[in-house]
């Protein structure tokens, strides 16, 4: 049987690897376009940092990895999908049979459409080569606008720093990190940022790029923001999110709303294709509702499960249990976390939630439940026991008068997690 893997990023390695062990005898091909071998886009702060060099990127360190394995790699882009012949087109319009396709193209960053977004000294901070390019341009005492505060934004902005570059970062919602925590906590993060130094305008976005030459500046670039600013910069950083890489299914029946849609074993719509990682949409934990998850560990999760199911004239079969949302940002030095529904639930559907905020030591916790169940949780500062607040969120745990107890003091939320969850499974034993 033929395995045709559809990128090489974690998802796609992750895949490759699970096959080889559950289908010793089948062909595997894995195929990227980048120009280098499997990487890590996680390490890419590292890599502006200068803690690690390109190498220290590589997902697998050993150049002889997967020839071991019997993993056939293969450069170049998935153009067009034929699901009645089982074969995909690439650009330099060669075809590849398959008899399990797995789609693992991740996504890409989106440019918004703001006159100037083309300019050279404006990057996505996405690739290996974007870090390249950022690398020859945020030198010391460099103005650098970075455009948009989420996930990706706030990752960066310690390597940033690190650089020595006079920062600001321009976001269009209310707050830091609006997608993934409450007002109180992106506000808290906010104030911990522009303590460090860093210039932040919310509220506000970036509505035309100039070359500076062309209005009388002697910056590379002139940015004009809705507020009616206007700021000098030598590089730019456009972070406003991401789209899936989906572009080759279209005119295929497989189903794709943001990402490619698949149920519980990964499959699509289209049955021996599958898809995992952050180009995915698969059903959340709790509403059952289709979510991308773009983080890596749920990239590998899912690789696994589709890998499995690949494989599945074996006697293997693997299903995923529901996508539970985890943010985990370190913002300068400051740790964060969400997890689930941590917006919270209505009252008439049996939501109700509480918040602990201490301003001064940069900490917060909010709880999020749905009856006596907690559902979504948001937190900074408290990074030793996150971990028992992800257990009971994910665990869906009932938590009986546990449930009042945490609304009176939040803090107990590890003391819960022991007597509701760890407990019962000890006495099982
Ligand atoms: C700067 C940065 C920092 C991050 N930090 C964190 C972090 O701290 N924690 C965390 O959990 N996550 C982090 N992430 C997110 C994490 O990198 C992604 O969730 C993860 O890479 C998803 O893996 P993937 O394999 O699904 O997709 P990708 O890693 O995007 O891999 C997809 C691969 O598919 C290839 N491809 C795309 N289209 C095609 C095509 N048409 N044909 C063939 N190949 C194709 C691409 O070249 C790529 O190699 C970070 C991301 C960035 C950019």
Same mark, same amino acid.
């Given at each position: 049987?033929?395995?045709?893997?559809?990128?090489?990023?974690?998802?796609?390695?992750?895949?490759?690897?699970?096959?080889?062990?559950?289908?010793?005898?089948?062909?595997?091909?894995?195929?990227?376009?980048?120009?280098?071998?499997?990487?890590?886009?996680?390490?890419?702060?590292?890599?502006?940092?200068?803690?690690?060099? +390109?190498?220290?990127?590589?997902?697998?360190?050993?150049?002889?990895?997967?020839?071991?394995?019997?993993?056939?790699?293969?450069?170049?882009?998935?153009?067009?999908?034929?699901?009645?012949?089982?074969?995909?087109?690439?650009?330099?319009?060669?075809? +590849?049979?398959?008899?399990?396709?797995?789609?693992?193209?991740?996504?890409?960053?989106?440019?918004?459409?703001?006159?100037?977004?083309?300019?050279?000294?404006?990057?996505?901070?996405?690739?290996?080569?974007?870090?390249?390019?950022?690398?020859?341009?945020?030198?010391?005492?460099?103005?650098?606008?970075?455009?948009?505060?989420?996930?990706?934004?706030?990752?960066?902005?310690?390597?940033?720093?690190?650089?020595?570059?006079?920062?600001?970062?321009?976001?269009?919602?209310?707050?830091?990190?609006?997608?993934?925590?409450?007002?109180?906590?992106?506000?808290?993060?906010?104030?911990?940022?522009?303590?460090?130094?860093?210039?932040?305008?919310?509220?506000?976005?970036?509505?035309?790029?100039?070359?500076?030459?062309?209005?009388?500046?002697?910056?590379?670039?002139?940015?004009?923001?809705?507020?009616?600013?206007?700021?000098?910069?030598?590089?730019?950083?456009?972070?406003?999110?991401?789209?899936?890489?989906?572009?080759?299914?279209?005119?295929?029946?497989?189903?794709?709303?943001?990402?490619?849609?698949?149920?519980?074993?990964?499959?699509?719509?289209?049955?021996?294709?599958?898809?995992?990682?952050?180009?995915?949409?698969?059903?959340?934990?709790?509403?059952?509702?289709?979510?991308?998850?773009?983080?890596?560990?749920?990239?590998?999760?899912?690789?696994?499960?589709?890998?499995?199911?690949?494989?599945?004239?074996?006697?293997?079969?693997?299903?995923?249990?529901?996508?539970?949302?985890?943010?985990?940002?370190?913002?300068?030095?400051?740790?964060?976390?969400?997890?689930?529904?941590?917006?919270?639930?209505?009252?008439?559907?049996?939501?109700?939630?509480?918040?602990?905020?201490?301003?001064?030591?940069?900490?917060?916790?909010?709880?999020?439940?749905?009856?006596?169940?907690?559902?979504?949780?948001?937190?900074?500062?408290?990074?030793?026991?996150?971990?028992?607040?992800?257990?009971?969120?994910?665990?869906?745990?009932?938590?009986?008068?546990?449930?009042?107890?945490?609304?009176?003091?939040?803090?107990?939320?590890?003391?819960?997690?022991?007597?509701?969850?760890?407990?019962?499974?000890?006495?099982?034993?």
């Amino acid at each position: 049987m033929k395995h045709l893997i559809l990128g090489n990023g974690p998802a796609g390695v992750v895949a490759a690897e699970t096959l080889r062990k559950v289908a010793p005898a089948d062909d595997i091909l894995m195929v990227g376009y980048e120009d280098a071998p499997p990487y890590s886009r996680m390490a890419i702060p590292y890599l502006l940092e200068e803690n690690i060099d +390109e190498a220290g990127t590589y997902l697998r360190k050993d150049p002889g990895h997967f020839e071991r394995l019997r993993i056939r790699q293969l450069r170049g882009r998935a153009v067009a999908l034929d699901t009645v012949k089982r074969k995909v087109l690439f650009d330099d319009g060669h075809f +590849e049979h398959y008899d399990r396709l797995l789609i693992a193209t991740g996504s890409h960053p989106v440019r918004p459409p703001i006159p100037g977004v083309d300019l050279p000294e404006v990057q996505t901070c996405w690739t290996l080569a974007d870090a390249r390019a950022i690398a020859a341009l945020a030198k010391p005492g460099a103005r650098v606008l970075q455009l948009g505060a989420g996930f990706i934004g706030c990752i960066i902005m310690e390597a940033l720093a690190k650089r020595g570059v006079q920062l600001t970062v321009v976001e269009m919602g209310d707050r830091m990190v609006p997608r993934m925590m409450t007002p109180k906590a992106g506000g808290m993060i906010k104030r911990w940022v522009e303590d460090k130094g860093i210039r932040v305008v919310t509220s506000a976005g970036v509505e035309r790029i100039e070359r500076g030459s062309d209005v009388g500046s002697d910056a590379p670039l002139v940015a004009g923001l809705s507020t009616g600013d206007r700021l000098e910069c030598d590089l730019l950083i456009v972070a406003a999110g991401v789209a899936p890489n989906v572009g080759f299914l279209d005119a295929t029946p497989v189903h794709v709303a943001k990402g490619v849609l698949v149920n519980d074993h990964m499959e699509t719509s289209v049955p021996g294709i599958f898809a995992a990682g952050d180009v995915a949409e698969a059903p959340d934990l709790f509403t059952g509702a289709h979510l991308v998850s773009a983080i890596q560990p749920n990239a590998a999760d899912q690789a696994r499960i589709a890998a499995t199911n690949m494989a599945r004239d074996s006697v293997h079969e693997s299903r995923l249990n529901g996508v539970l949302a985890i943010n985990v940002l370190d913002t300068l030095g400051l740790i964060s976390s969400s997890f689930g529904q941590w917006w919270g639930e209505k009252a008439e559907a049996g939501g109700s939630g509480v918040e602990m905020v201490d301003e001064g030591r940069y900490r917060y916790l909010s709880l999020q439940f749905k009856d006596d169940v907690l559902v979504g949780a948001t937190s900074i500062g408290l990074t030793q026991h996150v971990g028992a607040l992800r257990g009971l969120i994910h665990g869906q745990v009932r938590l009986g008068d546990w449930k009042e107890r945490l609304l009176a003091n939040p803090l107990a939320f590890v003391d819960a997690y022991v007597a509701r969850s760890q407990q019962p499974m000890a006495l099982a034993r």
